[in-house]
């Protein structure tokens, strides 16, 4: 049998996570500028969301420009801004046929005005969509997601909303971006980095970890099977005991 039919036997994870690193060494490698390694990495997005789609995830959320990316220069944070306005064809076209609903997660108070109009019609326009919830995190952080999601429970509990009691795990999950996400299953970071750099900590209690040594331009449909396969032989146990299903 082949690996992607294998795959295809098995339990599909409802929602993955991927830390899409290594855009800038890709293109080194190959003595390009930086900006050439996000521009492949961008188009790779585009297919490996396809193929989720296609085989039956649910959610995938991307890491695609984090809270602490705005160290880098000043040229490469504008050609990063401007990736998502690439996109917009392929929302309206190939995603539209194929059913992607797009969400955003992170901090919108420090993008140029044309990006946010541009998240904010993009999740509208799609909304209704049925398939896969693409979910990209731009200008995402864990510390600021889980911070303000506490700044908003401490709210609600000084007017008298909500006593001490109601703070528990499910409402600490409704304050989070990925509220409306199955739970997280399995995640992916890319380029052989073996770390969290501040993506979904909280989210991240229970789920597997792979870490991939392609750059992410080079990660494609061979290498996604792969990391399923991985997560497949995997037995989750939630702090039970050998055996217990997931
Ligand atoms: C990931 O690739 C994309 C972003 C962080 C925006 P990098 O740009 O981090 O590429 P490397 O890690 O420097 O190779
Ligand atoms: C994480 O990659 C952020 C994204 C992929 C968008 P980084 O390249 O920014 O992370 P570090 O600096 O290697 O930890
Ligand atoms: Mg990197």
Redesign the pocket.
């Known amino acids: 049998m082949s690996l992607e039919s294998r795959v295809l036997t098995g339990y599909i994870p409802k929602h993955i996570a991927i830390i899409?690193?290594?855009?800038?060494?890709?293109?080194?490698k190959r003595n390009l500028p930086?900006t050439f390694?996000?521009k492949k990495?961008s188009e790779n997005l585009k297919n490996i969301t396809s193929v989720c789609n296609e085989i039956g995830i649910k959610a995938l959320s991307v890491?695609?420009?984090?809270t602490e990316?705005w160290k880098?220069p000043k040229e490469?944070i504008d050609y990063?801004m401007d990736l998502p306005s690439e996109f917009e064809e392929t929302f309206k076209g190939k995603f539209k046929e194929e059913d992607i609903r797009v969400i955003f997660s992170g901090r919108r108070d420090r993008f140029p005005v044309k990006v946010q109009e541009l998240i904010n019609r993009v999740e509208e326009k799609t909304k209704d969509r049925q398939g896969l919830i693409l979910n990209i995190c731009f200008d995402y952080g864990s510390y600021t997601e889980i911070l303000e999601g506490v700044k908003a429970i401490s709210e609600s509990y000084k007017k008298g909303e909500i006593k001490l009691e109601d703070i528990n795990e499910d409402l600490m999950n409704s304050h989070l971006y990925t509220k409306e996400l199955p739970k997280l299953d399995l995640l992916i970071r890319t380029?052989g980095?073996e770390r969290i750099s501040n993506f979904l900590l909280w989210q991240l209690a229970y789920s597997e970890l792979f870490f991939a040594k392609k750059?992410?331009p080079a990660f494609n449909r061979k290498e996604l099977f792969k990391a399923l396969d991985n997560f497949q032989k995997r037995n989750r146990r939630f702090g039970g005991l050998k055996g217990d299903k997931k």
């Not at 690193?21 to 890709?26: A, V, Y």
């Not at 890491?63 to 984090?66: H, I, L, P, R, T």
């Open positions: 899409m690193d290594g855009n800038g060494r890709w293109a080194k930086r390694g996000h990495g890491y695609a420009f984090s990316n880098r490469e990063l380029s980095e750059h992410w």
